[in-house]
């Protein structure tokens, strides 16, 4: 059996060290966790009401999310898996981009190149998500190796859903990092589930944190839902990683509260009994009643703080959603310095056709040839 690192129940009491962090950095995480749930819902009301076309639910990951990622300095990477968006808005990607996205609109930097719920920030050293489950862990590995020849003070921290440990990306990417110490920590979210398949199902070893020893790599099992534990965790293995120490496996147990996507339907093949069991371990109102029991927080504080964020969100959605669509001529671009002419007929045509059936503006984008 691997134990399972704690700090708090999830009745909010302390059962571990409270990692030294000042009132104010304790509040803040709570600000980020609130800053996830908050778009999370907007988001999906949104796909709900066919306003945009798809959204990867993060409800009950957020201590996962927030408590990983606030570990990591600005100079650090993050690779995401399929879930971290709203910590890359922590880390400086600006909310308009990320809701730009969603709606995949002419503010979109991914040019619509990407579905939607799938973001990438350079400011923040954010690189983009890959809908083919596991390539993150090799690119990471590649670049914290890069970053270290280069002399360059970076940790990479690669994240990984529990379904992605059965990729062949995993076990590249951690055997990779441990022949040549990488500066870098995978951060393995067992959220219970890859899609309809449990993750009791995904493999036969002990333990995710026992996978690690086959390359060397030293794993540890962590409450997911406990933020405290999960910063204090993460933080000690990026100084680690940083100090040479070589790369560390952290699994975060915790649980996907809603559907794979907003295109799956989790009651078709899940224990409503197991979804309510974890409901009892809600990642924000544990920390709630930790803070508001420091007194940290004040009565009614997380409510104050949602309704802020909401109306922050409220007004970007209302901004993105008004904002032009991304011009299909950017099918076509960036690829070479100059439009070549066999694009730029198939293009004038594709153009054409899509006037005649009123889907685009005349002549938009068209090129002259
Ligand atoms: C190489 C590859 N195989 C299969 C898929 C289909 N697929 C998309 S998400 C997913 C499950 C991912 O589960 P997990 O790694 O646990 O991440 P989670 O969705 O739980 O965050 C699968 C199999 C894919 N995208 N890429
Ligand atoms: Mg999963």
Redesign the pocket.
Known sequence: MVDVQRVLAADGSVVGAVPDMSDCRLRELLVHMLRVRCIDERMLKLQRSGRIGFV?STLGLEAAMIGSAAALGPMDWMWS???EGAAAVMRGLPLDEYVAQMFCNSNDTAKGRQMCNHFQHAGSHYPSWS????TQLTHGVGAALAAHRRGLDEVHAIY?????SS?NGFHSGLNFAGVWKAPCVFVL?D?G???SVSSRAQTAAESYAAKGRAYGVPGVEVDGNDVLAVHGVTAEAVETARGGGGPSLIVLKTY?MLG?SSSDDPTRYRDPEEVAAWAERDPIDRYETFLLDRGVLEAGGRERLAAATLAELDEVIRTQEAAAPMSTRTLVEDVYAEVPGHLRRQYNDFARIQESHGEARPGEGAFPL
């Open positions: 990867g898996g399929l879930r809908s083919g489950i596991g990984c859903g529990d379904g992605a990729s979210v959220n589930w890859a899609i996907r794979h």
